[in-house]
């Protein structure tokens, strides 16, 4: 199996002018000459949210949510969220044991489930306690997911809309309307002086209802929302496959570096070149505010929509070296984040790279946190991972995505 | 906190120059000729140090230490 594809250019960015190697993406991206293009069919799921707002109204939205991404809420969330939830869901896998007494899981699923309390908590998403409810809400998550990427679908798009519009109002009713209704009722309380700041829930839904804008229209914090729970487990259920495929092919390679699956910095090192070769987010569009030359003398006229296209980007010899496309988690690229464009760059850099990468990356220079795919597969190693060796994973055809859509997996230990 | 335990710090691999540390703390970044943050105080004063966690935290890149 071919577990490292050339990217597969969606429709939607054909006869876009677009830019593939590293050092023009890097210049669009951080040049103040362009806006956010992406996500023009998906503005019903994200418009006005912090991904396709520009400048002034991003820096200042970005302001009133930098809190949630403090050094102490990413302890909290890693440390009294993700790792307890991360435990809870490997024993769940335990309840699935075959007949030759072995436990096997859908790693796919099992990241997705590990993901969703985290992001429920960050977003402020009350009720996903129990097994059923974190199975309802992760579905939920995965829908909007659906139509977030819309533009990256290869079903009919007009379709997934409707159907995820209609999905939608259902996530309000069960999830979204309750939690709101929640945390209005405690800043009340709070404005009353019955309660003290302190003790209002740490999380997107509060901050903004707490800080309401008279220029916001009510369904947008359902649309922050909705990009705070897509975003917030996309990358890490995205790469965690792809890293135990690479580790699995890398320790039957290098057998001497078997041990090193227990190894912080080794697993980080393995998680930055993942994403660097697999990013959730391959392409962003950028459309141009007045006439501009790049350095390398293209031109793009006002107006002009423009493609990033990250995962070649993320590929550039020039950059990464002649086995670029290879994985190497001992891979060293001066001046280059070792990730490349995996959280974009310039001013929507992902808000939430410290959640996945910790405090602690290499380019950090902050001891604190190991982030999302360090913890995740440290914990997987743990529970003995192996790849099912009669069931193999595949990738996914429900889009244009490098991701795979089913990951069996042995876990030996549990 | 006494004026010399701040030390302010761009980590020039991974700033992308938005300048949103500039829009916090004009006293102590400014955008340089190469179109990246830079520090103009090493050692600002410890009352900057409130502003000066704001600018680290909403640095799009995570870029500053102090």
């Known amino acids: 199996m071919e577990t490292i594809r050339d990217m597969q250019p969606p429709p939607h960015i054909e006869g876009i002018k677009h830019f593939i190697d590293y050092a023009t993406v890097d210049e669009v991206l951080k040049s103040k000459d362009f806006r956010q293009g992406s996500h023009q069919e998906s503005q019903p799921f994200f418009g006005d949210s912090l991904l396709t707002i520009d400048h002034n109204d991003h820096f200042e939205r970005r302001r009133l949510e930098a809190p949630l991404f403090r050094k102490d809420a990413l302890e909290y969330y890693e440390r009294k969220e993700l790792l307890p ?8 896998c335990e309840q699935n044991r ?9 790693l796919c699923l099992l990241v997705r489930n590990m993901l969703a309390r985290i992001s429920a908590v960050t977003t402020g998403i009350d009720g996903v306690d129990t097994e059923e409810r974190t ?17 990256w679908s290869t079903e009919d798009h007009d379709e997934v809309i409707d159907r995820i519009l209609s999905i939608r109002a259902d996530f309000v009713k069960e999830f979204f309307a309750p939690s709101v209704e929640r945390r209005c009722a405690l800043i009340e309380q709070y404005r009353k002086g019955e309660i003290a700041e302190d003790d209002l829930p740490r999380d997107l839904l509060t901050l903004m209802y707490l800080h309401w804008n008279e220029a916001w229209d ?4 359902l649309r922050e929302a909705a990009l705070y729970l897509v975003a917030s487990s996309q990358t890490t259920t995205h790469a965690i496959p792809h890293m135990m495929m690479h580790l699995a092919e890398w320790f039957q390679a290098h057998p001497e570096d078997y041990e090193k699956r227990f190894d912080r910095d080794f697993l980080k090192r393995a998680g930055h070149e993942t994403i660097r070769l697999h990013l959730p987010s391959p392409a962003l569009l950028r459309i141009a505010l007045r006439d501009v030359t790049l350095s390398d003398g293209t031109e793009i006229s006002e107006g002009e929509r423009v493609a990033c296209l990250f995962t070649p980007a993320n590929r550039d010899f020039s950059v ?19 990730w490349g464009f995996a959280f974009g760059g310039g ?34 190693f743990d529970a003995g991972l192996e790849l099912d060796p009669n069931d193999h994973p595949s990738f996914t055809e429900l889009s244009y995505h490098d991701a795979y859509g089913r990951f069996p997996v042995v876990l030996r230990n549990l | ?5 701040l030390h302010v710090k761009i980590d020039e691999l991974i700033c992308e120059g938005t300048g949103y540390c500039v829009r916090i703390v004009p006293e102590v970044f400014a955008i340089g000729e190469n179109g990246l943050g830079e520090v103009l105080q090493e050692r600002p004063s410890s009352e900057l140090e409130d502003q000066l966690e704001e600018a680290s935290i909403l640095c799009p890149t995570r870029a500053i230490t102090y």
């Open chain 1, 85 to 92: 939830l991360i435990t809870r869901s490997l024993e769940e």
């Open chain 1, 98 to 106: 075959g007949e030759d007494g072995l436990v096997r899981a859908d």
């Open chain 1, 135 to 151: 199975d309802a809400f992760r579905t939920y998550v995965e829908q909007l997911g659906t139509g977030a990427t819309v533009e």
């Open chain 1, 218 to 221: 009510d369904e947008l914090p």
């Open chain 1, 320 to 338: 990464f070296g002649d086995d670029a496309k290879k994985f190497d988690p001992y891979r060293e690229v001066p001046n280059v984040k070792p």
């Open chain 1, 347 to 380: 001013e929507h850099t992902c808000i939430g790279r410290t959640l996945v990468t910790g405090l602690s990356a290499r380019t950090d220079n902050d001891e604190g946190t190991d982030g999302t795919l360090v913890n995740i597969a440290l914990s997987l």
């Open chain 2, 1 to 5: 906190m006494s004026e010399s335990e």
